[in-house]
């Protein structure tokens, strides 16, 4: 829509002899004839950035999108929406990282957004066996995918939504993988995760548990019978300690093991007294275990708190529920009694040195300094480890991950069989849901572009979500986002043009949570979701970084008038660019980045 | 949550009486302090022009970019010509319609200060309104009554900097017991229009003092007229406020306090201020909003 | 009705009969009994005006600049020191084409400070382009008002109408005042097409470059210039509903006069018991009053003066380096001519020193007895 230019209506005046001029000195019509937009030399577009949360998502997750559409009250396209990045919310929003919430702009006003809860309410609005509304026809080629963890998960429903055909094979007699067996109930409920199943199988999507690949059917077979293959079996070994008597007890077990018998719903006695050794989720999820079995429970780890992979808030909450730990301390030396009972544990202090290639300073012994630990049972959890026999060598490996390009997809032999991804723990990333979930969706579109004989480096270019490795399957859709305006996922909201003088301070809902004592007595989850009320607050906080809300502030700032609300049903404004000076102030008073100033030589597309 | 601007949406969209074109400068805050202050008067307003940039921006013979009726007065007279055209104006039955003198520093704190003391002694019903951009801006940045101290203008020169304070126009317009003097600032636009349309009801002389950035006269960014204009009141330098028959109420408390040294470090004009008067200027900024608390205070008593 | 009025009061007066809308005025002696006699009749309502009592004689200008751009009856007065405060206004006021009428009390200029007649005040305001009246008694000062608004909201300009200080200001005669519905039918309401309108913005005396500021000047000039044409026939027009007649200039036995005596004022009436006692000694002598002094009306003035051998200039005012402005202009008038009169200038009663009628004689016969003027001018009574 063009708006009707107001240069049109300039009316100049030339007066040849005095006696075309006005008996006096008086005007005769404006000065709409002076196009100052003449003066420039930077002009102002409208451009939708990438927000610093949707930035730091491992998956792309649009964020402020869907929170848009909360606020709006739109929860079913809020759900909907959301899932168009990162399909599974009910599941994220309990128990994902918050690469968002540490990246949020927010956080420099007051606090960041409880994104995570939101994302858990959104989650919860829709039910989750609901199958995708707007499934596409089969386009004749079928996908294997190995293992029913997050990243098998997401590259099946990416993969669905492309027009694939799939079955997803888990050995194990429950679906789900780490999401299922790895993560305790309390933190993400065995009923959330059926019923995501629910949903992939009503999608089209078959399920095959019990069904081992390397001993139920074999990878050549699979390979034979598809056209692709996504490989995400996931870590489920544990690293050793590499002590002697390690393999010679039953109350020596890994955090892996007894997560997973729990999760089953064997029994397990882990007895009065437990050691886990390790500083991952897997270390802190055994220790809530524990002591929700009743043991006292004690968590050895080799370096300092600051330096533990596990997430703070899983710590502290650990803490309060009565774990013990003990810093810069790493075990020594396993004595045991005859009958396979551990007698001691013999540990050494540590301190820190210079840092390793992890970046994190590298632990180094005290000699002599040991000390005893008392216990009844001792729980690794000192790292995860695939398994790659049922690769049977037909995939290339390397440092216990699956070699593979940009693509994801793996170092194997060339010949017309099954083309075979991978992603998840298996290949070389970190070790979180999130960017498990991520990998599957990045699979999904090199899949689909090698279907199509679409050059993948050329696509990514075009798909990246801002700085990267995240990428949008929207934009591989051709979806438009929520806000219609010029959107350019490849420029990152600058957060030092957030202008933090527009926004009244507002602190960050507490989240709702059940005390440490009623906690400890059951494997329940603790923490409800959001009410709606509370939900509509929340989202309120949002700053929408680099995305406009039509707040008007640039209308109101021009002084050239210069900007143009677009009205008629359309969204956002034009700038007038007959007279726009190129002063900047748009700029600047844009509370959130969402105008960027561009040299005058740049054409600007029309919107 | 985000504040936003308290200015409905209509009266955005609605034609503006400041039509674009203009000759001001990029990032001119007086050209959107004239966009604001039409919006809350609407079109029966007459805008009595002394010399000041205004004259400029407004356009060349025949060409005029403001939609309500336009006078060109000399530098002195703003005041005076505005009662002049008041009395027309009572005198032919059009009562409602509001007469505004228009003027720049120069116009109204140094030689314009005889008119409107006598206006204001007489309680001419006129809205006067200065858009203060601190000096003589349109003949080329010098000095005037309104620069504050430690400001580099042409005439107070590097090395020989402004010493002088800032003549405090508002404690001389209160002297004349008019019914309304009020300050404002094109980083508050709710508040301009607020007090805008606020003027249009009020009888007698009303005094509004717009601070008005300037960005090649303050050696600012033209992109961050806003934002420094805004500081000076965060900074406490310009305090938004009104007082309505000696009622005294504070419009803007600032989102955030910062320092005067804060407020001065985006603006070139400033670079010579010594720290001696930097202490002074902070000294006063507290002294002066702290008096004005304690007025408002006492007003809702 | 006739009565015996002061020359502020016929002011006062005509400003009444005119039914200005808008005044506004700063006292000076002597011309505050202007403003307190306007004050007491709009305190009494016998007009329905605004007025706006400022604080300084530029303001008073400026306001009636701003009531008169609205379309608005407009009035003012002032004298001496007044006026020249003015000066920077007046020049706004004929430039932005403004009706205004200023009664000017032409007073002496300081320093010393000096509140008697002298014609310096007004003389110095030449240029500014307002069409100047110089008045000899109370009738035509009152009747000068009128027939000003007439001509100003006729030809746009503004119309300044000056008299002396204490001789008229303060001196009763008698004047015949005409009744108001008179008036009206000589003096219409004023409702001009441009003014400050919310109805019909414009924007009024905006920056205007070198490219359109000349014919703009132009056009004002001309305008000017059609005044020599157009009051004529407001006098005639005067003369008809009130019978008394005016005109450009006085002529007072101009016929066969080998020597005019040009004189503007009060020294008018002096000099014309003057020449009557010379007519008595059989001298040919004649007066050519001079009213209006802008726009120049050299035609007339060549008309009047062209034929006589001897023209005596009685100039009551004094510009330092020049001598008498009306001497210079009459100079400058009667240029074009191919025979030229010899202009004797003389210089008499600045600073409202009395000048008699024997005085007037004295000049006379000066003039008449020397072929050329022995000084230019001629500083009549001063102390030597």
């Known amino acids: 829509m063009t708006v009707k230019k107001r240069s049109d209506l300039a009316k100049t005046y030339d007066f040849k002899s005095w006696r075309d001029f006005t008996p006096m000195n008086t005007s005769l019509g404006t000065m709409l004839h002076n196009l100052t937009g003449s003066w420039r030399f930077i002009k102002p577009v409208y451009e939708d950035k990438v927000p610093a949360c949707q930035n730091a998502c491992p998956a792309g997750n649009d964020i402020e999108g869907w929170v848009r559409l909360l606020q709006e009250g739109k929860y079913d396209k809020a759900y909907w929406y959301l899932k168009r990045e990162q399909p599974f919310p009910a599941i994220l929003g309990r128990i994902c990282f918050k690469f968002c ?7 420099v006003l007051d606090d960041c957004i409880g994104i995570n809860e939101l994302e858990r309410f959104v989650g919860d609005q829709v039910a989750l066996s609901t199958p995708h509304p707007d499934l596409p026809e089969y386009n004749g080629k079928g996908l294997a995918v190995i293992g029913s963890g997050p990243a098998g998960m997401s590259a099946a429903y990416y993969a669905r939504l492309l027009g694939f055909k799939i079955t997803i094979f888990e050995a194990l007699p429950v679906m789900g993988g780490v999401l299922r067996v790895g993560i305790p109930n309390y933190r993400l409920p065995r009923d959330v995760v059926a019923s995501e199943f629910e949903g992939l199988k009503n999608m089209g999507i078959e399920l095959r548990p019990e069904t081992a690949v390397g001993k139920d059917i074999t990878l050549d077979e699979l390979r034979n019978e598809y056209d692709y293959i996504f490989l995400a079996t996931g870590v489920h070994t544990s690293m050793k300690l590499k002590l002697e008597g390690e393999d010679q007890s039953h109350q020596i077990m890994s955090g892996l093991g007894m997560l997973k018998k729990v999760a089953l719903g064997e029994e397990i006695d882990p007895g009065k007294k437990v050691a886990v050794i390790g500083g991952g989720n897997t270390a802190i999820d055994a220790a809530r275990t524990a002591i929700r079995l009743g043991s006292d429970v004690t968590v050895i780890y080799r370096r300092s708190e600051s330096e533990m992979p596990a997430h703070p808030e899983e710590v502290e909450e650990a803490r309060e529920e009565g774990v013990d730990f003990r810093f810069l301390a790493a075990p020594e030396k396993i004595e045991l009694n005859d009958d396979g009972t551990i007698r001691n544990l013999v540990c050494c202090e540590m301190e820190l040195g210079p840092p390793d290639e992890s970046g994190r300073r590298r632990p180094i012994k005290k000699e002599g300094m040991l000390f005893d630990v008392k216990t009844d049972s001792i729980v690794t959890a000192i790292g995860e480890i695939p398994l790659f026999d049922y690769l049977n060598e037909i995939v290339r490996t390397e440092n216990r991950t699956v070699a ?44 689909d572009c090698d279907r199509k004989n679409v050059d993948f480096a050329d696509t990514l270019k075009k798909i990246v979500i801002g700085d990267g490795p995240a990428i949008s399957f929207s934009k591989y859709m051709g979806w438009d986002p929520v806000n219609p305006v010029s959107y350019n996922n490849h420029v990152v909201v600058d957060s030092k043009k957030i202008v933090y003088d527009y926004f009244s301070k507002a602190l ?58 677009k009205g008629n049903g359309q969204f956002g404004y034009t700038f007038d660019y007959d007279y726009c000076k190129g002063c900047g102030i748009c700029f600047t008073e844009c509370p959130r980045n969402s105008i960027t100033m561009i040299e005058e030589e740049s054409p600007v597309e029309e919107d | 949550m985000q504040k936003l601007i308290d200015i409905p949406r209509e009266l955005m969209t609605e034609e503006d009486l400041v039509q674009p074109g ?32 205004w004259t400029i921006i407004i356009g060349t013979y025949p060409y005029s970019a403001l939609k309500v009726p336009v006078i060109h007065v000399l530098f002195e007279t703003a005041a005076v010509s505005a009662s002049g055209v008041r009395a027309a104006f009572d005198v032919r039955g059009e009562k409602d319609v509001v007469v505004m003198a228009w003027a720049g520093d120069g116009g109204t704190f140094d030689i314009g200060i005889q008119a409107l003391s006598g206006a204001a002694e007489r309680n001419d019903d006129i809205l006067y309104v200065c858009y203060d951009n601190e000096a003589y801006m349109n003949t080329g940045i010098q000095r005037s009554g309104a620069t504050p101290m430690g400001a580099w203008t042409t005439t107070t020169p590097a090395g020989a900097i402004k010493e002088e304070s800032k003549k405090d126009i508002e404690k001389i317009m209160l002297a004349h017991g008019i019914p309304y003097v009020a300050t404002a600032s094109v980083a508050y636009p709710d ?58 109420t504070i419009n803007i408390y600032p989102e955030r306090q910062i320092s005067v040294k804060e407020y001065i470090q985006p603006q070139g004009r400033f670079r010579e201020m010594s720290d001696k008067m930097l202490n002074v200027a902070q000294e006063r900024a507290d002294q002066k909003w702290d008096d004005l608390v304690r007025m408002a205070e006492d007003s809702s008593l | 009705m006739k009565q015996v009025i002061k020359g502020n009061y016929a002011v006062s007066q005509g400003v009444k009969l005119c039914r200005v809308e808008v005044i506004s005025a700063y006292p000076i002696t002597p ?13 009494r309502g016998e007009i329905d005006a605004k007025f706006i009592k400022v604080e300084s004689e530029h303001s008073a200008m400026a306001a009636v600049a701003g009531s008169s751009s609205a379309g608005v009856r407009s009035f003012t007065a002032t004298s001496g020191q007044g006026l020249l405060l003015m000066h920077e206004v007046l020049h706004w006021a004929a430039g932005a084409r403004l009706p205004i009428v200023l009664a000017n009390v032409n007073r002496a200029i300081g320093p010393g400070w000096n509140i008697w007649a002298d014609q310096s005040d007004s003389l110095s305001q030449r240029d500014t382009g307002w069409v100047q009246i110089y008045c000899e008694s109370n009738q035509e000062v009152l009747d000068s008002v009128i027939m000003a608004y007439r001509l100003a909201e006729k030809i746009l300009l503004p119309v300044m109408l000056t ?40 924007m009024f005396g905006g920056m205007t470059g070198p490219d359109y500021y000349y014919e703009e000047r132009y056009i004002i000039h001309k305008d000017a210039l059609e005044t020599l044409e157009l009051y004529p026939k407001v006098c005639e027009e005067f003369k008809e509903k009130f019978s008394r007649e005016y005109d450009i200039c006085e002529e007072y036995q101009t016929d066969d006069a ?93 600073g409202g020193r009395d000048v008699t009628p024997e005085d007037v004689e004295n000049i006379i016969n000066y003039a008449l007895k020397n072929d050329q003027p022995t000084d230019i001018p001629l500083f009549w009574g001063l102390k030597e």
């Open chain 1, 508 to 565: 960050k809902l507490q989240k709702k949570i059940q005390g440490p004592d009623v906690r400890i007595t059951s494997f329940k989850p603790f923490t409800s979701t959001l009410t709606l009320e509370d939900a509509q607050q929340e989202a309120a906080r949002c700053i929408h970084c680099g995305r406009c809300t039509e707040c008007d502030n640039c209308l109101i700032f021009c002084p050239d008038m210069s900007v143009l609300f």
């Open chain 1, 101 to 107: 919430e540490a990246a949020c702009n927010r956080a």
């Open chain 2, 191 to 248: 508040d301009i229009v607020y007090k805008f349309k606020k003027a249009r009801s009020i009888k007698g002389t009303k005094f509004i003092h717009i601070l008005s950035p300037c960005p090649p006269g303050w050696r600012t960014d033209p992109g961050k007229s806003i934002q420094v204009t805004r500081m000076a009141t965060q900074a406490k330098v310009f305090p938004i406020y009104e007082v309505e028959n000696g009622r005294y």
């Open chain 2, 22 to 53: 203009l000759l001001s400068c990029q990032g001119c805050g007086a050209s959107l302090a004239m966009k604001l202050a039409l919006k809350g008067l609407g079109e029966r307003t007459v805008a009595v022009i002394p010399a000041c940039c």
């Open chain 3, 258 to 350: 080998e020597l005019i005596v040009v004189t503007a004022g009060t020294i008018t009436s002096v000099t014309r018991i003057a020449l009557d006692k010379l007519h008595e000694q059989g001298k040919k002598v004649g007066l050519m009053k001079i009213r209006m002094f802008r726009p120049l009306p050299v035609e007339r003035w060549c008309k009047v003066l062209g034929n006589a051998a001897k023209v005596v200039v009685i100039d009551r005012n004094l510009t330092a380096g020049l001598g008498g402005v009306f001497a210079n202009e009459i100079q400058a008038a009667l240029y074009p001519l191919q025979n030229r009169p010899v202009i004797f200038p003389v210089i008499a009663g600045l």
């Open chain 3, 31 to 43: 011309q505050t009994t202007i403003v307190e006699d306007l004050s007491e009749i709009c305190a």
């Open chain 1, 404 to 447: 593979i390009n940009e693509c994801l997809e793996v170092d194997a032999k060339a010949d017309d069989k099954a083309r075979i991804f991978a992603g998840g723990d298996i290949i070389d990333m970190p070790h979180t849901v999130a960017h498990a979930v991520a990998s599957g969706k990045r699979a999904a579109i090199a899949m």
């Open chain 3, 163 to 202: 008299y002396d200080a204490f001789f008229l200001s303060h001196t009763s005669e008698i004047v015949d005042i005409p009744e108001i519905e008179q008036v009206d039918t000589f003096l219409p309401p004023y409702n001009p097409e441009f003014k400050l309108d919310v109805d019909n913005p414009r």
